[in-house]
């Protein structure tokens, strides 16, 4: 457990610089429109591209069950077996709908590398490419799940927000 801890400070501390470097470029902008009133699209544009890839990042990597914000005041009304299976239910859906539409987010993100970005000419499959990640970690996320819920190692994440070893 110690390589997952220490891969988790890991994936926040890059969540951390692409949040310095979006603040940084915010800074530039709005220092180059107001002070020398000379906007450069270049800031704006990597400002966008860190706020993209900062919360996809850190949905796939930093956030914990637990920080996931649900509606699950029907879940707290069931009994811990009715959860269990309401749990295998929604990672199993999650994950066919994840594993679905992979092969089309593929597809479209290989495809937009005909295509840059206005000002940085970043082409759109790297900047797109965060998706494909995030897709995968959400599917490698849902399958662990789904099996801690199959093999009833699973604890409630809204109390714990951690299984049970």
């Known amino acids: 457990m110690q ?21 940084c470029a915010f800074i530039v902008q709005v220092a180059f429109r107001y ?3 000379l906007p450069i699209g270049g800031a704006s544009e990597l400002t ?10 850190g949905a796939a990597f930093v956030l914990r069950e637990s920080d996931e914000i649900r509606f699950d005041f029907v879940l707290a009304l069931a009994s811990r077996p009715v959860r269990r299976v309401m749990s295998v239910l929604a ?4 994950l066919f709908l994840y594993g ?8 479209y993100v290989t495809f937009m590398k005909v295509q840059e970005t206005s000002y ?3 082409r759109y499959d790297y900047v797109y490419s965060i998706y494909v990640i995030f897709a995968v970690a959400t599917l490698v996320r849902y399958a662990w799940l789904l ?8 604890v409630e994440h809204a109390e714990r927000g951690e299984h049970e070893e």
């Open 100 to 107: 679905y539409s992979l092969p089309a987010v593929w597809d």
């Open 48 to 57: 966008i591209l860190m706020w993209l890839w900062l919360v996809l990042w």
């Open 3 to 23: 390589t997952g801890a220490w891969l988790h400070r890991r994936a926040e501390n890059i969540a951390a610089l692409m949040l310095a470097v979006m603040f």
């Open 35 to 37: 002070l020398l009133n």
């Open 120 to 122: 940085l000419d970043i």
């Open 91 to 94: 990672a199993a859906a999650l």
């Open 147 to 154: 099996w801690c819920a199959l093999t009833n190692r699973y």
